[in-house]
């Protein structure tokens, strides 16, 4: 499995997280396109780093993009 391809699950589980490479791939768009997309406020997105990290671990809900992608089809 490459980075940009998303976990196989066996449910399909709202809360799953994605990073923002493998929600790139899901919405057949590039990785910037997609931290637009989040400053823009349209995707929620949450930083799953251990504070004073250092880096950011920025994770997409399953939910946050299906529902996305259901304003965009509009």
């Known amino acids: 499995m490459s980075i940009a391809e ?3 699950t066996t449910t399909d589980d709202p809360d ?3 990073s923002v490479a493998q929600a790139a791939a899901l919405l057949s768009c590039s990785k910037p396109h ?3 997309l989040i400053h823009a406020g349209e995707l ?3 930083d799953i780093a251990t504070p004073g990290a250092g880096v950011s671990k920025t994770r997409l809900r399953a939910a ?3 529902a ?4 965009a089809a509009l």
């Open 6 to 8: 998303p976990a196989r």
């Open 16 to 18: 799953q997280l994605y």
């Open 34 to 36: 997609v931290y637009r």
């Open 44 to 46: 929620p997105a949450y």
């Open 64 to 66: 946050d993009i299906r």
């Open 68 to 71: 996305y992608l259901a304003r």
